[in-house]
């Protein structure tokens, strides 16, 4: 199972882990257990026709999934994804 | 018997070919000469030298040769005052392995005699090359690093968590002039992470409050406080002052609008962003690497997007990615090392790790792309999701 490292905003809907451990072979599967192991996980980062949003980086092994083949990008049983979104925090 | 110095200056002169000042002067003069290295003293050099020479006194020849030549093979000219300490210090480099190393007959007083072009060194003060003095032995920065520094202009959006910080190493780094935006007064919650600020400054101005530790830290400093929001109408005029920009700021409206300011104006900007245990960092060099928006393309909706005020942050947290930014800032200003220019780096303070994920200037990306119509618009609205989506297409 490829492990998904699940980012602050998101560590409450996935029972307040750092990361899971998620099957699927491709990103699209990966996200679509994710989201059903984890549905508040996927009323986050789905539109409401099951796509990503656009505010969603996923990152493969360290790459930008959206520069690979997104979605349809492989996944491998060692291979890491990073869900991203950007922080705004910085001064207050 | 031991050789006596005329013995080693001869010995020094066999191997080792003296050149005349109206010789090589030409080359010199077209900047098509040869790696000129200065040995003489510190108070000699700070009397004139050689255009374009660098300056290694005698005694630290062989520790820091390597780190002015770019190998064994490049062609050095080796002066002095006289000629003579030129000639054995070429002869130790010839010694070390340099293949191409000549003295300069008569050293800089023959040069001077002859009236060819001497520059004056840009020095340090006595009082500066104290203050710097662990940034002059670092190589890579050196006297004329540091003078760089105080030359610099770097502009801190924020005067908080991140900018404390940043403010704080920048101005001990001898960074010239710093700027400091923040509309914001130091708050009694502040304090847990925001050090350049203190008790008794509660209710003050972040930005004259970081000022006044800054003058006790650095009166050298230059401290310009911008007592505002950075907006439309003043984020071009504010970044054309500054050689970089040091993004703190505490929402994505203020962000998105540095991001595209930044690419109008051509400042590199360096971004920290924070939350809870965990950190983000990157730099975005306009039209060179990729930019914010390349990164992320659209902000997340307000409740994926909670401020520090709101979900919190570990203190701490803000030294390591204000020191990065710090950090990131000097290399940017001095033009060494590597910077996080393509790349995003991810503190998780939890687990003490430290990730980089590579980011690419994305060809579609609607500020800094090709066929990008790059202007400035209303940030808060556009944050908000006011004509976003026909901006930026979903594309899953």
Redesign the interface.
């Known amino acids: 199972m490829s492990t998904v490292k699940i980012p602050p905003v998101l560590r409450q809907s996935v029972g307040g882990e750092r990361e899971v451990d998620v099957s699927g072979a491709t990103v699209e599967e990966v996200l679509a257990n994710l989201c059903d192991a984890h549905p508040a996980v996927g009323a986050q980062i789905l539109t409401a026709d099951g796509s990503l949003h656009a505010f969603v980086n996923v990152y493969v092994n360290g790459e930008d999934a959206r520069l690979l083949q997104w979605t349809d990008t492989p996944v491998g049983e060692t291979d890491t994804l990073v869900i991203l979104p950007a922080m705004a925090g910085g001064a207050q | 018997m031991s050789p006596s110095y005329q013995d080693l200056l001869a010995a020094a002169r066999e191997v080792i070919p003296e050149v005349e000042p109206s010789d090589i002067a030409p080359r010199v003069e077209a900047g098509e000469g040869p790696l000129i290295i200065d040995v003489r003293e510190t108070a000699e050099w700070d009397q004139g030298h050689l255009p374009g020479a660098v300056h290694i006194p005698r005694g630290f020849l062989e520790s820091r040769v390597s780190g002015a030549t770019s190998g064994t093979e490049q062609e050095l000219l080796i002066s002095c005052a006289s000629g003579q300490r030129s000639l054995l210090a070429a002869k130790t480099l010839a010694d070390m392995g340099y293949t191409n190393v000549t003295s300069l007959a008569g050293g800089f007083a023959r040069w001077k005699q002859n009236n060819h072009p001497v520059e004056m060194p840009r020095i340090l003060s006595a009082a500066q090359r104290s203050r710097y003095s662990r940034h002059v032995l670092i190589p890579e920065v050196g006297e004329e690093g540091q003078l760089t520094l105080l030359d610099s202009k770097a502009l801190l959006?924020?005067?908080?968590?991140?900018?404390s910080p940043a403010a704080y190493y920048l101005a001990a780094a001898g960074v010239g002039t710093i700027g400091l935006v923040?509309d914001?007064v130091v708050d009694e919650s502040?304090l847990q992470r925001q050090i350049i600020h203190t008790t008794d400054r509660v209710g003050v101005n972040k930005g004259e409050s970081a000022k006044e530790a800054i003058r006790a830290l650095n009166p050298e400093v230059q401290v310009n406080v911008h007592p505002f929001r950075v907006n439309r109408d003043n984020v071009l005029d504010l970044l054309g002052e500054y050689d970089v920009v040091v993004?703190?700021?505490?929402?994505?409206p203020t962000?998105y609008l540095l991001a595209d300011a930044s690419l109008m104006t051509r400042t590199p900007l360096v971004h920290?962003?924070?939350?809870?245990?965990?950190g983000?960092a990157s730099v975005f060099t306009p039209y060179d690497g990729p930019c914010y928006r390349c990164?992320?393309?659209?902000?997340?909706?307000p409740?994926?997007?909670?401020?520090?005020?709101e979900?919190g942050?570990l203190g701490v947290l803000c030294g390591v990615m204000g020191n990065v930014q710090a950090t990131e800032a000097i290399k940017v200003l001095l033009g060494i090392g590597d910077t996080l220019a393509g790349r995003?780096l991810?503190y998780?303070a939890?687990?003490m790790t430290f990730?980089?994920?590579?980011?690419?200037r994305?060809p579609d990306c609607p500020s800094c792309g090709p066929n990008a119509d790059l202007q400035l618009r209303d940030y808060e609205a556009w944050c908000a999701g006011v004509g976003r989506?026909d901006q930026?297409?979903?594309?899953?």
């Open positions: 959006i924020g005067a908080g968590g991140l900018g923040d914001d502040n993004d703190g700021a505490d929402n994505f962000r920290a962003s924070i939350l809870r245990f965990e983000h990164l992320f393309p659209e902000p997340p909706p409740d994926l997007a909670p401020s520090c005020g979900a942050v995003l991810i998780d939890l687990g990730t980089e994920l590579t980011v690419r994305d989506h930026v297409g979903a594309t899953a």
